[in-house]
């Protein structure tokens, strides 16, 4: 296993300087978040210039690119183009895991296995594992649905967040049943009312999480995924779990 970072964790600073940060705080991969409603890197950038992205992902202050997170409006009428684009740029940067969010909650269940299964299919034309990202409020917010729609697509993965499993509204979701799909880890501490709170406070238990992970042979990423909390040294919170997920590496 190998402990990344998100660039979601500095997505208030330029992508150069959010790159700089990481390497300050001692990481040597990154898993780069492709989002069209941040600053850093956007599909539609991606897909109208291809050649500047691909610069742009290798230029990352020696830093390896692990996994591009995907995020674009799902009825925006290029969204499937965009979405290929960032499947070339993957292929040209050599990196194989895109995390993809599912679709909100109300969204037909038929219609949400179509919609993934073209981006399986998009991306597998250029090596790429699509992986969905659980999230409250979201068709994934339920283990159950999400490991159906696993059984139902061939080769789709499953981006794990224990906290969105951890804080949610009908209480904590038992996700072990997931673990058999999971393609790439985010982490950060949570409690059963607060999605993010600081190092030690919270009840994520990233020892049994990681000896379940072990016991499926995983050989992914588990990729530190904090935005920075109020009078907080967040520089200082992001070493922490860096530190403490390096310690059960051991």
Same mark, same amino acid.
């Given at each position: 296993?190998?402990?990344?970072?998100?660039?979601?964790?500095?997505?208030?600073?330029?992508?150069?300087?959010?790159?700089?940060?990481?390497?300050?705080?001692?990481?040597?991969?990154?898993?780069?978040?492709?989002?069209?409603?941040?600053?850093?890197?956007?599909?539609?950038?991606?897909?109208e210039n291809l050649t500047e992205a691909i610069v742009t992902c290798?230029?990352?202050?020696?830093?390896?690119?692990?996994?591009?997170?995907?995020?674009?409006?799902?009825?925006?009428?290029?969204?499937?183009?965009?979405?290929?684009? =960032?499947?070339?740029?993957?292929?040209?940067?050599?990196?194989?895991?895109?995390? =993809?969010?599912?679709?909100?909650?109300?969204?037909?269940?038929?219609?949400? =296995?179509?919609?993934?299964?073209?981006?399986?299919?998009?991306?597998?034309?250029?090596?790429?594992?699509?992986?969905?990202?659980?999230?409250?409020?979201?068709?994934?917010?339920?283990?159950?649905?999400?490991?159906?729609?696993?059984?139902?697509?061939?080769?789709?993965?499953?981006?794990?967040?224990?906290?969105?499993?951890?804080?949610?509204?009908?209480?904590?979701?038992?996700?072990?049943?997931?673990?058999?799909?999971?393609?790439?880890?985010?982490?950060?501490?949570?409690?059963?009312?607060?999605?993010?709170?600081?190092?030690?406070?919270?009840?994520?238990?990233?020892?049994?999480?990681?000896?379940?992970?072990?016991?499926?042979?995983?050989?992914?990423?588990?990729?530190?995924?904090?935005?920075?909390l109020p009078n907080t040294d967040h520089m200082a919170e992001m070493?922490?779990?860096?530190?403490?997920?390096?310690?059960?590496?051991?």
């Amino acid at each position: 296993m190998l402990v990344t970072v998100s660039s979601e964790c500095f997505s208030h600073l330029p992508l150069d300087s959010a790159f700089q940060k990481l390497i300050d705080l001692e990481f040597s991969t990154v898993e780069i978040a492709i989002h069209e409603h941040q600053n850093h890197l956007r599909p539609s950038q991606v897909h109208e210039n291809l050649t500047e992205a691909i610069v742009t992902c290798q230029n990352t202050r020696r830093l390896d690119v692990v996994a591009y997170s995907f995020d674009s409006p799902v009825d925006f009428p290029l969204y499937l183009e965009q979405f290929e684009s =960032v499947c070339r740029l993957a292929r040209a940067t050599k990196v194989a895991t895109l995390i =993809v969010r599912s679709s909100e909650l109300g969204t037909p269940f038929n219609e949400e =296995v179509e919609r993934l299964k073209q981006l399986v299919q998009i991306g597998s034309k250029d090596g790429v594992r699509v992986s969905v990202h659980n999230e409250v409020g979201r068709m994934s917010e339920d283990p159950d649905t999400l490991m159906v729609l696993c059984n139902n697509i061939e080769e789709l993965g499953v981006c794990l967040d224990p906290s969105h499993y951890i804080c949610h509204p009908k209480g904590p979701q038992n996700y072990e049943k997931l673990i058999p799909y999971v393609h790439h880890v985010r982490l950060r501490d949570t409690t059963k009312k607060e999605l993010q709170v600081k190092i030690g406070k919270g009840i994520v238990d990233y020892g049994h999480l990681v000896t379940l992970l072990r016991q499926e042979n995983y050989q992914g990423a588990l990729s530190i995924h904090q935005i920075p909390l109020p009078n907080t040294d967040h520089m200082a919170e992001m070493r922490k779990l860096r530190l403490l997920i390096e310690s059960l590496m051991l």
